[in-house]
């Protein structure tokens, strides 16, 4: 009896973390959405909107996440990202195909919010040397994936789209923390020597 | 003690299972990749008169036999990387690559290494499946199970070394040096075969190769190969090549269409409609006697549950001399067989 409510126990457990974990929604245009808004009281808008851009400038390499476009008007900021999935292989995960993304930052006084949506899935098939390589003509929205790839695979890709989407979201957040985002100052490395003359 | 030890170790495995995927791998480091296939096929030749079909694989007539097991790993670290395929079987040995000088076989279907120069410029050496024509020795790359004359006649593999200039995601062009003859682990005296191929993408969903590989022990191949998704149940490809042996020593011609429709998520339906021509000369085809032609239609399907295809295919081939025999014995234009085999891609 024990054991099986320690058992229990343990299954609730392990719910409850997946339970704690973000999900991908739909929005307005039926499009998965990845949707966060955030207080940060104490910043102005012109603070968060520097650090937005600062993030979408140096976080990422340019082939990973790219500025499409600043509107400091509109405090305002778009930018296009792209990564790899994998797909589920006998041995190890191979690349299954790429997922390009829109992320969308808006900011105001205290607060701002930011979305990674228009999620395309380009599906990437081996070719004749044995590398990986897009399909021709094969990209897919998200919304429409699940006709192209098996059930496994689909699941599999949209966990991986959340997970991306939460790391994405999880280093924004941290560049708009940051007191200063603004480019850092890099400090020679000491480097302690030890000298061989004198003992 | 051990049921708190066993129950400290569960709820670790569980946190650590979420937390576990929660990373993403973005950085270009790629891990090892293991890759490849198996596949097992079915063939009847209507005229139960042996396999009369010169298609490289799928060559034994009423029987249930093997293609080959096909193993890849690949890897990529930084700019570098390598790839090493090996194959077991009839169709990754003898059907495709020559034996050793001992009658071994090493069975390699790829092995190079390669290193990006800049962003644009990659520099790959080593023996590379070929970079003419549409089909490849492969049976996940290709729809029909059974193979064209174009691919049969052409090279399965070249080995040299190549260079490729990407000028955007849509042109691209290598040339390289290769080994004097195809399909040999060493050249047999020099390494002059020039290779070189224009890559081009007009619209999305449809690329295009324009190749060329020529060398006075290989002879001269000229080939196109190109497909376009045009929507996105159908796909129409084309392969069109010519060879001319050294010195004047014959040849071949010919042209094949790839019309596929997706009927459904996992049924294709596809046609390879072929016309190849031999020229006159010494070279002996495998197809047609020099001077001939032959006409071959493949209607194939392609029936995927996951990672595992059946691929059921007729085919009709008619030539213009009598290379054939029919179900009497007697000489025959025609020829037909049936095949259906499976193909198992990991």
Redesign the interface.
Known sequence: MKNLLLTLAAILYSGMVFAQKDSLSFDERDKYIYYKLVDQPGANADTLYNRGLYFLTAAYPKKTLALSKSDKAAYSLTAAGSYMVSKKGLVSNSDGGSLSYTLKIEVKDSKYRFWLTDFVYQPYQRNRYGSSEPVPGGDVPLEKASAKLSRVDFNVCLDQVLVNSKQVGDKLKLYMLKVSSLVKKQEPKKVNKISTKDW | MK?VFL?FS??SI??F??KA????K?TSD??????GSVDTYYKYDFSDKGSQIPTSFASDHNSVSIGMIDL?L?KKVGKAAF?G?LSFGPRGQAQSIPNGPNGDSFHI??L?VSYDLTDKLNLTGGY???FIGYE???P??NFNYSTSYLFTNGPFQNPGVKLTYAFSDKVSLMAGIFNDTWNNYTSTKKVNTFGSQLFV?PV????AYLNLATGSTSGTEVDLTT???ITDAF?LGLNGATYSAPHDGGGFSGVALYPQLAVS?TVTLGLRGEYFKTKKGDLLTLGPPPGQNVKAFTFTANIKS?PLTFIPEIRLDHGSSTSFLNHSGDPSKSAGQFAVAAVY??
Do not use: C, H, R
């Not at chain 2, 790629?30 to 890759?35: E, G, H």
């Open positions: 049921k129950l569960f709820f569980a946190a299972t979420v995927q929660d990373t993403v973005t790629a891990p090892l990749v293991i890759y890849g690949k790839v395929e279907q790829n190079y590379m499946a070929t490849v020795i492969s996940v790359g993408s999305k969903g449809w690329t497909a376009y998704q796909k998520k996951g891609a990991f």
